[in-house]
Protein backbone atom coordinates (compact mmCIF):
# COMPACT_ATOMS: atom_id res chain seq x y z
CA UNK A 1 0.00 0.00 0.00
CA UNK A 2 1.20 3.40 -0.74
CA UNK A 3 1.62 5.69 2.12
CA UNK A 4 1.47 9.62 1.93
CA UNK A 5 3.35 11.62 4.46
CA UNK A 6 3.28 15.45 5.51
CA UNK A 7 6.82 16.76 5.91
CA UNK A 8 6.19 20.37 7.32
CA UNK A 9 8.61 22.75 5.79
CA UNK A 10 8.98 26.66 6.00
CA UNK A 11 5.87 28.50 7.55
CA UNK A 12 2.91 26.71 5.94
CA UNK A 13 4.78 24.18 3.06
CA UNK A 14 4.33 20.38 3.20
CA UNK A 15 6.16 18.45 1.26
CA UNK A 16 5.12 15.35 0.29
CA UNK A 17 6.74 11.66 1.06
CA UNK A 18 5.61 8.74 -0.58
CA UNK A 19 6.47 5.11 0.33
CA UNK A 20 5.16 1.99 0.16
CA UNK A 21 4.30 -1.07 2.70
CA UNK A 22 6.50 -4.04 0.34
CA UNK A 23 9.40 -2.03 -1.38
CA UNK A 24 12.13 0.17 -0.32
CA UNK A 25 13.06 3.45 -1.22
CA UNK A 26 10.88 7.36 -0.54
CA UNK A 27 9.64 9.60 -3.55
CA UNK A 28 8.88 13.23 -2.47
CA UNK A 29 6.50 16.03 -3.80
CA UNK A 30 7.71 19.56 -4.15
CA UNK A 31 11.17 19.16 -1.84
CA UNK A 32 11.81 23.21 -0.99
CA UNK A 33 13.78 22.30 1.56
CA UNK A 34 16.38 19.18 0.83
CA UNK A 35 16.97 18.80 5.01
CA UNK A 36 13.58 18.51 5.68
CA UNK A 37 13.52 15.92 3.52
CA UNK A 38 17.03 14.16 4.46
CA UNK A 39 16.01 13.99 8.20
CA UNK A 40 12.80 11.91 7.24
CA UNK A 41 14.88 9.67 4.97
CA UNK A 42 17.35 9.27 8.12
CA UNK A 43 15.03 8.45 10.66
CA UNK A 44 13.71 5.40 8.69
CA UNK A 45 16.70 4.48 6.75
CA UNK A 46 15.21 5.08 3.69
CA UNK A 47 16.80 5.93 0.46
CA UNK A 48 15.32 8.90 -2.40
CA UNK A 49 13.94 7.08 -5.30
CA UNK A 50 12.41 10.20 -7.00
CA UNK A 51 11.21 13.62 -6.88
CA UNK A 52 7.98 15.17 -8.30
CA UNK A 53 7.90 18.30 -9.13
CA UNK A 54 4.91 20.72 -9.71
CA UNK A 55 5.94 24.00 -10.81
CA UNK A 56 8.66 26.05 -10.49
CA UNK A 57 8.63 28.42 -7.48
CA UNK A 58 11.44 28.17 -4.86
CA UNK A 59 9.25 26.84 -2.04
CA UNK A 60 8.92 23.43 -4.27
CA UNK A 61 12.35 23.03 -5.52
CA UNK A 62 15.12 24.69 -3.54
CA UNK A 63 16.01 21.57 -2.02
CA UNK A 64 16.34 19.34 -5.02
CA UNK A 65 20.22 20.26 -6.14
CA UNK A 66 21.28 19.13 -2.89
CA UNK A 67 19.21 15.86 -2.85
CA UNK A 68 19.97 14.90 -6.32
CA UNK A 69 23.45 15.21 -5.02
CA UNK A 70 23.29 12.90 -2.69
CA UNK A 71 21.10 10.35 -3.93
CA UNK A 72 21.40 11.00 -7.99
CA UNK A 73 17.37 10.43 -8.44
CA UNK A 74 15.08 11.61 -11.29
CA UNK A 75 13.18 14.60 -11.06
CA UNK A 76 9.89 15.05 -13.05
CA UNK A 77 8.36 17.96 -14.13
CA UNK A 78 6.70 20.22 -16.74
CA UNK A 79 8.62 20.31 -20.10
CA UNK A 80 7.87 24.02 -19.86
CA UNK A 81 9.13 24.63 -16.72
CA UNK A 82 12.25 27.25 -16.15
CA UNK A 83 13.44 25.40 -13.44
CA UNK A 84 16.86 24.01 -14.83
CA UNK A 85 16.73 20.59 -11.99
CA UNK A 86 14.15 18.56 -14.02
CA UNK A 87 15.36 15.58 -15.72
CA UNK A 88 12.57 13.91 -17.25
CA UNK A 89 10.33 16.61 -18.74
CA UNK A 90 6.47 15.82 -18.66
CA UNK A 91 3.60 16.90 -20.75
CA UNK A 92 -0.16 16.52 -20.61
CA UNK A 93 -0.75 12.48 -20.38
CA UNK A 94 2.41 11.44 -20.15
CA UNK A 95 2.86 9.07 -16.98
CA UNK A 96 5.39 8.57 -13.85
CA UNK A 97 5.68 5.37 -11.85
CA UNK A 98 5.45 5.56 -7.90
CA UNK A 99 5.99 1.94 -6.83
CA UNK A 100 3.37 0.42 -8.27
CA UNK A 101 0.80 3.72 -8.83
CA UNK A 102 0.73 5.10 -12.32
CA UNK A 103 0.52 8.77 -11.88
CA UNK A 104 -0.60 10.55 -15.27
CA UNK A 105 0.00 14.18 -15.77
CA UNK A 106 -2.47 17.29 -15.86
CA UNK A 107 -1.19 20.22 -17.22
CA UNK A 108 -2.86 23.44 -14.82
CA UNK A 109 -1.43 26.59 -16.11
CA UNK A 110 -3.05 29.93 -14.02
CA UNK A 111 -0.88 29.91 -11.16
CA UNK A 112 2.51 29.32 -13.44
CA UNK A 113 2.55 28.25 -16.63
CA UNK A 114 4.13 25.40 -16.10
CA UNK A 115 2.04 23.98 -13.53
CA UNK A 116 1.10 20.62 -13.20
CA UNK A 117 -0.98 17.47 -11.25
CA UNK A 118 -0.32 14.41 -10.99
CA UNK A 119 -3.38 11.90 -10.90
CA UNK A 120 -3.39 8.36 -9.97
CA UNK A 121 -6.57 5.86 -9.35
CA UNK A 122 -3.84 3.06 -8.37
CA UNK A 123 -4.46 3.88 -4.92
CA UNK A 124 -7.46 2.78 -1.95
CA UNK A 125 -8.43 5.94 -2.75
CA UNK A 126 -7.90 8.12 -6.42
CA UNK A 127 -4.84 10.93 -5.32
CA UNK A 128 -4.14 14.04 -7.27
CA UNK A 129 -0.76 16.19 -5.94
CA UNK A 130 -2.32 19.43 -6.92
CA UNK A 131 0.73 21.76 -5.82
CA UNK A 132 -0.43 25.69 -5.84
CA UNK A 133 -3.27 25.31 -8.26
CA UNK A 134 -5.94 23.71 -5.75
CA UNK A 135 -6.10 23.89 -1.98
CA UNK A 136 -8.74 23.32 0.55
CA UNK A 137 -11.32 26.07 0.11
CA UNK A 138 -8.96 28.14 -2.48
CA UNK A 139 -6.76 27.76 -5.47
CA UNK A 140 -3.34 29.95 -6.12
CA UNK A 141 -2.77 33.24 -6.97
CA UNK A 142 -2.43 33.79 -10.85
CA UNK A 143 1.42 35.28 -11.01
CA UNK A 144 1.70 34.16 -14.40
CA UNK A 145 -1.93 32.44 -15.66
CA UNK A 146 -5.28 34.12 -16.78
CA UNK A 147 -8.45 33.88 -14.99
CA UNK A 148 -9.35 31.63 -17.53
CA UNK A 149 -7.34 29.50 -17.58
CA UNK A 150 -7.34 28.45 -14.12
CA UNK A 151 -11.23 28.27 -13.99
CA UNK A 152 -10.33 25.37 -16.99
CA UNK A 153 -8.15 23.78 -14.32
CA UNK A 154 -10.98 24.07 -11.62
CA UNK A 155 -13.47 22.20 -14.39
CA UNK A 156 -10.64 19.16 -14.11
CA UNK A 157 -10.44 18.89 -10.97
CA UNK A 158 -14.32 18.93 -10.76
CA UNK A 159 -14.07 15.93 -13.25
CA UNK A 160 -12.26 13.59 -10.92
CA UNK A 161 -13.96 11.19 -8.41
CA UNK A 162 -15.28 12.63 -5.55
CA UNK A 163 -13.69 10.75 -3.78
CA UNK A 164 -10.12 11.57 -4.89
CA UNK A 165 -8.21 12.84 -2.21
CA UNK A 166 -6.38 16.18 -2.68
CA UNK A 167 -2.65 16.80 -1.48
CA UNK A 168 -1.91 20.72 -2.03
CA UNK A 169 1.43 22.08 -0.42
CA UNK A 170 0.11 24.35 1.71
CA UNK A 171 -1.45 24.87 4.96
CA UNK A 172 -3.70 27.74 3.91
CA UNK A 173 -7.13 26.24 5.08
CA UNK A 174 -8.17 28.65 7.83
CA UNK A 175 -7.59 31.13 5.86
CA UNK A 176 -9.39 30.32 3.09
CA UNK A 177 -12.18 28.92 4.40
CA UNK A 178 -12.70 32.48 6.18
CA UNK A 179 -12.65 33.76 2.81
CA UNK A 180 -15.64 31.27 1.90
CA UNK A 181 -17.39 31.89 4.51
CA UNK A 182 -17.25 35.68 3.20
CA UNK A 183 -18.52 34.63 0.15
CA UNK A 184 -20.57 32.72 1.15
CA UNK A 185 -21.99 33.03 4.70
CA UNK A 186 -24.75 30.80 4.49
CA UNK A 187 -23.21 27.63 3.36
CA UNK A 188 -23.08 25.28 6.44
CA UNK A 189 -20.41 22.98 4.57
CA UNK A 190 -17.84 25.90 4.82
CA UNK A 191 -18.77 26.78 8.62
CA UNK A 192 -18.28 22.47 9.54
CA UNK A 193 -15.13 22.93 7.76
CA UNK A 194 -14.19 25.51 9.72
CA UNK A 195 -14.71 24.27 13.07
CA UNK A 196 -12.86 21.11 12.14
CA UNK A 197 -10.08 22.63 10.50
CA UNK A 198 -9.60 24.62 13.71
CA UNK A 199 -9.54 22.00 15.89
CA UNK A 200 -7.33 20.16 13.93
CA UNK A 201 -4.74 23.37 13.71
CA UNK A 202 -5.21 23.80 17.60
CA UNK A 203 -3.35 20.36 18.02
CA UNK A 204 -0.88 21.54 15.24
CA UNK A 205 -2.06 18.50 13.08
CA UNK A 206 -2.26 18.96 9.18
CA UNK A 207 -5.51 20.05 7.64
CA UNK A 208 -5.03 17.81 4.93
CA UNK A 209 -5.73 16.17 2.41
CA UNK A 210 -9.27 17.33 1.34
CA UNK A 211 -11.40 15.43 -1.11
CA UNK A 212 -12.86 16.48 -4.58
CA UNK A 213 -16.35 16.48 -3.04
CA UNK A 214 -15.10 18.33 -0.05
CA UNK A 215 -14.42 21.01 -2.50
CA UNK A 216 -16.97 21.37 -4.47
CA UNK A 217 -18.82 21.97 -1.41
CA UNK A 218 -17.02 24.74 0.25
CA UNK A 219 -14.38 26.13 -2.35
CA UNK A 220 -15.91 28.93 -3.77
CA UNK A 221 -13.46 28.61 -7.06
CA UNK A 222 -15.16 25.34 -8.08
CA UNK A 223 -18.60 27.19 -7.33
CA UNK A 224 -18.25 29.79 -9.66
CA UNK A 225 -21.34 28.29 -11.12
CA UNK A 226 -23.16 29.16 -8.15
CA UNK A 227 -25.97 31.34 -8.23
CA UNK A 228 -24.62 32.78 -4.25
CA UNK A 229 -21.22 32.87 -5.45
CA UNK A 230 -22.56 34.90 -8.59
CA UNK A 231 -24.47 36.96 -6.80
CA UNK A 232 -21.64 37.54 -4.25
CA UNK A 233 -19.19 37.98 -7.07
CA UNK A 234 -21.53 40.73 -8.48
CA UNK A 235 -21.43 42.46 -4.81
CA UNK A 236 -17.64 42.93 -4.66
CA UNK A 237 -17.33 44.22 -8.18
CA UNK A 238 -20.46 46.45 -8.17
CA UNK A 239 -21.69 45.11 -11.87
CA UNK A 240 -23.49 41.64 -13.07
CA UNK A 241 -21.18 38.38 -12.42
CA UNK A 242 -23.54 36.40 -15.03
CA UNK A 243 -20.97 33.63 -15.91
CA UNK A 244 -18.60 31.39 -14.00
CA UNK A 245 -15.53 33.32 -16.11
CA UNK A 246 -17.26 36.29 -14.62
CA UNK A 247 -17.25 34.99 -11.08
CA UNK A 248 -14.54 33.19 -11.02
CA UNK A 249 -12.64 36.32 -11.88
CA UNK A 250 -14.34 38.78 -9.19
CA UNK A 251 -13.54 36.37 -6.60
CA UNK A 252 -10.26 35.59 -7.61
CA UNK A 253 -9.38 39.48 -7.33
CA UNK A 254 -11.75 39.63 -4.63
CA UNK A 255 -9.26 36.68 -2.40
CA UNK A 256 -6.35 38.81 -3.63
CA UNK A 257 -7.03 42.09 -1.34
CA UNK A 258 -9.42 39.76 1.44
Known amino acids: ?13 YIWKLSHDEQVGAYVVDPGDAQVVLDALTAT ?8 ITH ?12 VE ?42 TL ?3 AYFTQDTSAPVVFSGDTLFLAG ?4 FEGSPAQML ?7 SLPDHTKVYCTHEYSLANLAFAAAVEPNNAAVKTALQRCTALREQDQPTLPTSIAQEKTINPFMRADQ ?21 FTAVREWKNNF
Not at 59 to 65: C, E, I, K, L, S
Open 1 to 13: MLHIQPLPAFNDN
Open 45 to 52: NTPLLGIL
Open 56 to 67: HHYDHTDGVARL
Open 70 to 111: TYDVPVYGSKESPFAGITHPLSSGDTVAVFDATFTVQTVPGH
Open 114 to 116: DHI
Open 139 to 142: CGRL
Open 152 to 158: DAMDWFK
Open 227 to 247: PDVQDAASGYISAPCTTQLEA
